[in-house]
């Protein structure tokens, strides 16, 4: 992958693919393992490896398109690698270079990261419990610990390509909302070390211990598998973890890109409902026999929603790519005060665009008519995956930053989802 151009040309196509199958797929809830082997092979997940790495550290703004574009085919295809984008940027802020070195090259040779993060039945969604616990080296409590000299825990495709670390780890723990980690190559995993500071752990998909579930029954987004991962006593070398509570100790733009992408699938999600309405209308509704109308596309009053429902999807979009640049400018300026005007920029995108997702997504069905509720069409695909993605973090929450940030100057706080 050269540059931002062939990134986004390459998104196009692939969007043009994927939404061949997309309604069916989600019908069937047949996973999109093919889909994700084409776009692994397309080099479109390597495409914020930085240079220095091989990658085209593309800009936030070519980002978020991509997502858009995916989105705008199969919203559930494109929630897939949102993680996978979440924990590079991990590695580029946390990682030792050698750390960097390896998963940047698993990276640009088609390996996927999942996630596993969200843990059901805890206080909140930062009530991380999931544990890192020092294996003892040997001579230490007359044990010695297993893969005690840091090289690869379990048989995945991370071998030894990481200069070895101090000693290793077992991790336990349940995850839930897992999505990608039925489709990865490795699992970033949220724990707590000893000194309850949070850490990733990049774990293979298939080492000891580790059992993905297909459990994930959603109403939307049903084909992402977002399930279950169980770790139990899983080894972890010492090299394969990173200190992700430091991200947090100054100016950050972790929770900003990660986010940046949730507004970005949800935009996706809103113009496609609004192209798909369009031509329900065009091609299938009748028009209503009050209008005095051939068509229904002629239908003035139809006509001013499709007004209305354009201009909440221009703005989703509009504020979309704002926040990206917002993003791009913080990365080339990092401090205090670029990074709050990213978060917010962020913040406002998502707002809009979850908004305009849900609504646009509902109002497929008023302005197209009782055929467009059929079964058989799958249109109700759309707010099902609207609805069901933008449940991923409140937005009132957003709204409330926004508003402090405006009236007193306050800084939006320093976490992973804003």
């Known amino acids: 992958m050269a540059d931002d151009a062939e990134a986004l040309a390459l998104a196009r196509e692939l969007a043009d693919e994927f939404r061949a199958g997309a309604a069916e797929r989600d019908q069937e809830r047949r996973l999109p393992r093919a889909e994700l082997e084409r776009l692994s092979a397309s080099g479109l997940l390597g495409v914020t490896v930085p240079r220095e790495y091989g990658g085209a550290d593309v800009s936030a703004r070519t980002l978020a ?34 750390q960097r070195e390896f998963f940047f090259g698993e990276v640009l040779a088609g390996r996927r990261f999942g996630n596993a993060q969200s843990e059901a039945g805890t206080k909140h969604v930062q009530d991380i419990r999931t544990r890192l616990t020092p294996v003892p080296a040997a001579g230490e409590n007359g044990a010695a610990g297993e893969n005690g000299s840091g090289g690869a825990a379990g048989s995945g495709s991370g071998g030894d390509g990481v200069a070895a670390g101090s000693g290793s780890y077992l991790l336990n723990g349940q995850k839930h909302y897992s999505t990608g980690a039925l489709f990865a190559d490795w699992i970033p995993v949220l724990a707590r070390a000893e000194d309850d500071a949070l850490h990733v752990a990049y774990i293979p998909r298939d080492a000891p211990g580790v059992t993905v579930l297909d459990d994930w029954d959603g109403m939307g987004q049903r084909t992402t598998a977002s399930g279950t991962v169980r770790l139990a006593d899983v080894t972890v070398p010492a090299d394969r973890v990173v200190p992700h509570h430091l991200t947090f100790q100054g100016p950050q733009l972790h929770g900003a890109v990660a986010q940046l992408l949730h ?156």
Do not use: C, M
């Not at 574009?69 to 919203?75: E, N, P, Q, T």
């Not at 984008?85 to 050698?98: A, D, K, M, S, W």
């Not at 930053?401 to 405006?406: A, P, S």
């Open 65 to 98: 398109e991509i997502f858009r574009l995916l989105a705008g085919a199969d919203a559930s295809l494109a929630q897939i690698p949102q993680s996978h984008f979440v924990y590079i940027n991990v590695l580029r802020r946390q990682g030792t270079p050698e």
């Open 263 to 418: 507004a970005a699938i949800d935009a996706g999600i809103a113009a496609a409902a609004l192209a798909e309405a369009a031509e329900f209308v065009r091609t299938k509704s009748r028009p209503w026999f009050e209008s005095g109308y051939e068509t229904a596309a002629e239908d003035p009053l139809l006509i001013q929603r499709f007004g209305e429902l354009a201009l909440q999807v221009r703005a989703g979009e509009a504020l979309l790519a704002a926040a990206a640049d917002a993003v791009d400018a913080a990365t080339a300026d990092l401090t205090d005060d670029s990074a709050a005007e990213a978060s917010i920029a962020v913040a406002a995108a998502k707002v809009r665009a979850a908004e305009a997702a849900v609504e646009t997504s509902s109002a497929l069905f008023e302005v197209a008519g009782t055929r467009s509720a059929l079964d058989s069409l799958n249109l109700n695909r759309y707010w099902r995956d609207a609805r069901t993605h933008t449940l991923h973090d409140p937005v009132r929450w957003k709204v409330q930053h926004i508003g402090r940030y405006v009236l007193s100057g306050t800084r939006p706080p320093r976490h992973g989802l804003l």
